[in-house]
């Protein structure tokens, strides 16, 4: 392969390589593994790391993995794709990744691009645990990279809410007030009640323990970029697909999909926000093309010990409210009603915390308690009251994030975007000056129907329940 072809045209540079990608069977990275069987036919191998999980073998997940409806068109168009999947056993919350001597040693020879998405995003997570998925996991990765041969880009997730206690992130490094070394150190000294105890000292300011150890391991790649050639990404708030593979994939009800869903459904009847935040949210094709192209300016690039830096963000450029995501949520609804509503969809706005409380009682628990009675005098087993508790939780871990507003800087995303030559912008090129953001949201609540509810779309009966 010419060098000169790598420089112009994605997919040449792609050609022959072996990639390694950590957090593959994510909603992120399942999209990026499709993308890049798709677009860069001449991939060698993917490298998955994968754990096994409740009874299910690594090669059992991964086949559920590619069961997924994301996967159909490569399947129709690249069958034999699938072949160069290649499955690791390995945790990213074990210490070396839980990697086997020898799967260590094809990784070390074979592979020239890592995609470390890896993360746990739950933010109610136990610190210990929190830095050992985030941060040492990170630490591993870098260490696993610099033993790599032919490694030319070690591309690093990130999220843009890793610098909430600033108004405006730009795409730079930050320096920490933290030690991530001995923050590793004192998580795996520490008995886990004994942290959970330390935790808010340590946290401060910072939110969750979701946003400290990401912040932390963007210092691991900060450390580490002196020696490897590295690419930091921070998304925004991923949401489902807006133009390919399909229109309006999702798999999880992370969210605004998730809210207009709960909204929807008649179970999210007050939600506590600031009704005028512009939340920041990113689609994910839209990620996994940023992805994508920037490994490929970063593998390019000759000089070394460099570290690019994006902020994979919409910064406003289709502003939407949260008032007006909820409203135009309902009208959608109104027309692609979901099945099986408890309640009329209509989601009521407020910031102030009593009244969002009282609301709750109100409108979540109180009638929750009684339907589970009426349910169990049909013998129906109970779920409404647990179902508004995970709501009040969710709700609760999100407030942070629903009455503060940021300012995401993507002048540098945009501007490698720009920079496309005509043949790459076909597979890698992004609209975000065209996008209409009330349709996206319509194919985002269509697709939640369709691929998280499993609902018809023969819309019939539910108009009925609807209206009754």
């Not at 990170?138 to 260490?143: E, G, S, V, Y």
């Not at 963007?218 to 708030?237: A, N």
């Not at 994030?401 to 496309?420: C, E, G, S, T």
Request: aromatic share 10%; glycine share 6%.
């Amino acid at each position: 392969m010419e060098n000169n072809a790598a420089d112009m045209y994605i997919p040449a540079f792609y050609a022959g390589r072996s990639i390694f990608i950590t957090g593959a069977t994510g909603f992120i990275g399942k999209a990026l593994v499709e993308k890049l069987l798709r677009s860069c036919p001449d991939i060698i191998e993917i490298f998955i790391l994968i754990r096994t999980k409740k009874g299910l073998s690594v090669n059992d997940r991964l086949k559920k993995m590619l069961d997924n409806k994301l996967f159909d068109k490569l399947r129709s168009e690249k069958p034999s794709s699938f072949d160069k999947i290649i499955p690791i056993t390995g945790d990213v919350l074990a210490e070396n990744l839980g990697l086997l001597a020898s799967d260590r040693e094809i990784l070390i020879d074979r592979v020239s691009i890592i995609f470390h998405i890896a993360a746990s995003v739950r933010f109610d997570e136990g610190l210990k645990e929190a830095v050992f998925n985030n941060t040492r996991s990170t630490r591993d990765i870098c260490i696993l990279a610099q033993k790599m041969k032919k490694l030319i880009v070690l591309l690093h997730v990130s999220s843009t809410y890793t610098q909430t206690d600033k108004p405006v992130v730009d795409e730079i490094l930050y320096p920490s007030e933290f030690d991530w070394k001995k923050m590793i150190k004192i998580a795996e000294s520490i008995d886990e009640h004994v942290l959970e105890i330390l935790t808010a000292k340590t946290l401060g300011t910072i939110p969750n323990t979701y946003t400290f150890t990401k912040k932390l391991a963007e210092q691991v790649i900060s450390d580490y970029s002196r020696s490897l050639p590295c690419v930091l990404i921070r998304p925004s708030i991923v949401v489902s697909t807006s133009f390919e593979p399909i229109v309006g994939w999702i798999d999880n009800f992370n969210g605004p999909v998730g809210m207009l869903v709960g909204g929807g459904k008649g179970i999210l009847r007050v939600l506590w926000c600031d009704p005028n935040i512009v939340s920041d949210f990113m689609p994910v094709d839209a990620t996994i093309k940023a992805l994508i192209i920037a490994t490929w300016k970063r593998g390019i690039k000759t000089e070394n010990k460099t570290i690019d830096v994006y902020n994979c963000s919409g910064n406003g450029i289709k502003p939407l409210n949260l008032q007006n995501i909820v409203h135009s949520g309902i009208d959608i609804i109104k027309d692609i009603p979901l099945e099986n509503l408890i309640w009329n969809p209509k989601t009521t706005i407020t910031k102030n915390f009593y009244i969002y409380y009282i609301s709750v009682l109100l409108l979540h628990i109180f009638p929750a308690i009684f339907l589970d009675g009426v349910l169990k005098l049909f013998g129906v087993r109970p779920i409404l009251l647990r179902l508004q508790r995970k709501v009040y939780v969710s709700n609760s871990a999100l407030s942070y994030f629903l009455l503060n507003q940021w300012k995401f800087v993507n002048a540098k995303l945009l501007n490698i975007l720009d920079d496309l030559s005509a043949d790459n912008k076909k597979e890698f090129g992004y609209p975000f000056q065209t996008i209409d953001v009330l349709q996206f949201f319509k194919d985002g609540i269509i697709g939640a129907k369709i691929y998280l509810l499993n609902e018809s779309m023969n819309l019939e009966a539910s108009k009925r329940h609807y209206k009754r």
